[in-house]
């Protein structure tokens, strides 16, 4: 993409973002896609790595599965298929959707072994939270590429994130009840998951695990900070220069801990915290964190690297044809980022590259055209075309397929359909919320 650009596009480019012509035009092709490495690197890589910090400590600790089995102890064993979609969306947050599956799927056996019913339905509810706020809410690398990209503000993207999420898992849900109700897959045994071994785990005291509040903390506390900072800028810019004292300390307080880089440093160090006072931890503090460092320094490079992708594609200066095309119909724009990551979704199979190509292609939006609404609303739009159409290119449906037992006619009718209804419930929803509420 970068061999193919002319220089007239370079200098217009550089031109309508205030950068000297020069500076790109007279650059070598390997400077100018290192430099857009580099660039997305400085801005993701360290949330990245602590989102993958924070999420391995809670899966040692005992955590994670604290927090899933104290909304099934709220909700009781009836509703559980309610607590594993709840569960699954929460945790989704700072761990990857592969690994919050990991995590899940001996729980919902061993609940379909209790109870003897809905296998299916817990499944589906797993794998509805997870796959959600992997693509809608920061820090999971999607909507943090989203988030540097499209320059939309943090807190921004978390809030609506969460707001689009709830409804487009209640869509699941149902859509899960319903194909529990058609096809009844019963739990099935397996080398890797013996049912022998999924009654213990059942009958599994939860007195060892770490209590609730400690559990959910490096989840709450950098979100908290980070959504209160957002909130301070958008609705109180002026509390800075309070006359209050301790209203201008606590002020400044949340400025300095709300900067999203310190609040999950923040998270990752309690996450730390909570692990190393297990007694009953295996391994050493040092190999958890190595572990979760190497698992999170893939997801920086090739995130790094669409964020080099992304940058050769706005330098053909893509943004402003797409804008001057869509010119007096700006809402088009919404339905046009759809398509676009859900094409690229289909074609290629990883939600993120979707999100990436497609963020790169739209990331001039909120320069070059007048849009009548927030430029988060087209992010949302990315995030939620990109759960379209999960099949056999798609590493989370094999992850699903294999883990859950299912066989792959019966992922094709239940887990491919599901994703395909929350991300267009997804879409009416951005719509709706862009003409009712433009936040501009």
């Not at 650009?5 to 650059?27: E, K, V």
């Not at 100018?32 to 890589?45: N, Q, S």
Request: overall charge neutral; charged content about 15%.
């Amino acid at each position: 993409m970068a061999i193919l650009t002319p220089d007239q596009a370079l200098q217009s480019y550089a031109l309508s973002h205030g950068i000297d012509p020069s500076q790109l035009a007279g650059r070598a092709i390997g400077a100018r896609v290192a430099l857009a490495f580099g660039d997305t690197c400085g801005k993701i890589g360290i949330l990245i790595a602590m989102a993958a910090v924070i999420g391995k400590c809670l899966l040692e600790s005992g955590a994670a599965e604290k927090i899933v089995r104290s909304l099934l102890k709220i909700t009781g064993e009836e509703r559980a298929p309610v607590s594993f979609l709840g569960s699954s969306f929460f945790l989704a947050i700072p761990v990857f959707f592969d690994t919050v599956f990991y995590l899940m799927i001996p729980l919902a056996k061993a609940m379909a072994a209790k109870i003897g019913r809905n296998y299916l339905l817990l499944v589906l509810c797993i794998a509805a939270g997870g796959v959600m706020a992997h693509s809608l809410v920061p820090p999971t690398p999607g909507p943090l590429f989203l988030v540097v990209e499209l320059d939309i503000p943090m807190g921004m993207m978390i809030v609506s994130g969460l707001i689009v999420g709830l409804f487009t898992i209640v869509a699941g849900f149902w859509f899960a009840k319903w194909a529990d109700a058609r096809w009844q897959i019963p739990l099935r045994d397996s080398p890797e998951a013996p049912l022998e071994e999924i009654r213990k785990l059942a009958a599994r005291e939860v007195g060892a695990l770490p209590g609730l509040l400690v559990s959910t903390l490096p989840i709450l506390l950098p979100v908290g900070l980070i959504t209160a900072k957002a909130a301070l800028e958008t609705f109180a810019p002026g509390a800075i220069d309070s006359p209050s004292l301790l209203l201008r300390l606590l002020v400044q307080l949340l400025d300095f801990g709300g900067e999203k880089n310190l609040a999950l440093i923040l998270g990752a160090l309690i996450a730390i915290l909570l692990l190393v006072s297990r007694p009953d931890r295996e391994g050493s503090i040092k190999k958890s964190v190595q572990d979760a460092l190497l698992s999170g320094g893939l997801i920086i490079l090739i995130t790094s690297a669409g964020g080099a992708f992304g940058a050769m594609l706005q330098q053909t200066d893509i943004s402003a044809h797409i804008a001057d095309l869509t010119q007096g119909y700006q809402m088009a724009l919404i339905p046009l980022a759809f398509l676009i990551t859900a094409i690229v979704r289909t074609a290629q199979g990883s939600a993120t590259v979707a999100m990436i190509t497609a963020a790169g292609i739209l990331s001039g939006m909120s320069t070059e055209a007048q849009l009548p609404y927030h430029v988060v609303y087209i992010g949302l739009a990315i995030a939620c075309g990109s759960k379209l159409i999960p099949w056999m290119n798609d590493s989370g449906f094999w992850i699903v397929c294999k883990m859950s037992n299912l066989t792959e006619k019966e992922a094709l009718k239940t887990f491919s359909p599901l994703l395909t209804i929350m991300g267009l419930t997804g879409l009416i929803v951005i719509l709706i919320g862009a003409k009712l509420f433009p936040l501009v």
